[in-house]
T-cell receptor, first 117, second 107 residues
Framework: QAQLVQSGAEVKRPGASVRVSCKASGYTFTSYAISWVRQAPGQGLEWLGS????????NFAPRFHGRLTMSSDTSTSTAYMDLSSLRSDDTAVYYCARVVGSSEDSWGQGTLITVSS | DIQMTQSPSSLSASVGDRVTITCRASQVISNHLAWFQQKPGKAPKSLIYDASNLHSGVPSKFSGGGSGTDFTLTISSLQPEDFATYYC?????????FGGGTKVEIK
């Protein structure tokens, strides 16, 4: 079955950038889009954006437009999320998820990004 | 943006209880609604898509209903493994938006 494995936790300084990877297995990577969702400590889920894995189609939550980049490497079945100009309120667990139809069905294990000086 | 409002924000229930959670959209979203379950420290688990369709492997004690702006998630007989936080999400239009969550606790 589909499996998504994310990169490990990171600590970043304010103003820095971070890249989270999401390696897919168990299905044809280019057949499904990937979404990115985050969860701040003690808070609910927040959708960041979704990306096609075979075209340039991207959709972003407006508040992240300009700071968020989503990309993929089809040769390794890996999706990437880059978030720049980090602030303390970007501290969260970041999840990737496979999109089937228009809804997420399989999720990565999550990556904790801590932004602290 | 479409606002998703869940109620209640938390509830206490006993094993064996029937539990219903409500999700309301700020505008019509047809049946473009999903439900997720999340346990502490774990990734969300996808339960339902298109308002009422169970993902593969999800037990039939979970059911979803509704269309338009008002939706429900029902757990027919609550079991210990069902105590978790549940989220709805609309995917009718971008940006996708989640409800605030409903925490189901043991009474």
């Amino acid at each position: 079955q589909a499996q998504l494995v994310q990169s490990g936790a990171e600590v970043k300084r304010p103003g820095a950038s971070v890249r989270v990877s999401c390696k897919a297995s168990g299905y044809t990577f280019t057949s499904y889009a990937i979404s990115w969702v985050r969860q701040a400590p003690g808070q609910g889920l927040e959708w960041l954006g979704s990306m096609s894995t075979y075209s340039d189609t991207r959709n972003f939550a407006p508040r992240f437009h300009g700071r968020l980049t989503m990309s993929s490497d089809t040769s390794t079945s890996t999706a990437y999320m880059d978030l720049s100009s980090l602030r303390s309120d970007d501290t969260a667990v970041y999840y990737c998820a496979r999109v089937v139809g228009s809804s997420e069905d399989s999720w990565g294990q999550g990556t904790l990004i801590t932004v602290s000086s | 943006d479409i606002q998703m409002t869940q109620s209640p924000s938390s509830l206490s229930a006993s094993v064996g209880d029937r539990v219903t959670i409500t999700c309301r959209a700020s505008q019509v979203i047809s049946n473009h609604l999903a439900w997720f379950q999340q346990k502490p420290g774990k990734a969300p688990k996808s339960l339902i898509y298109d308002a009422s369709n169970l993902h593969s492997g999800v037990p039939s004690k979970f059911s979803g209903g509704g269309s338009g702006t008002d939706f429900t998630l029902t757990i027919s007989s609550l079991q210990p493994e069902d105590f978790a936080t549940y989220y709805c999400q609309q995917y009718s239009s971008f940006p996708l938006t989640f409800g605030g969550g409903t925490k189901v606790e043991i009474k």
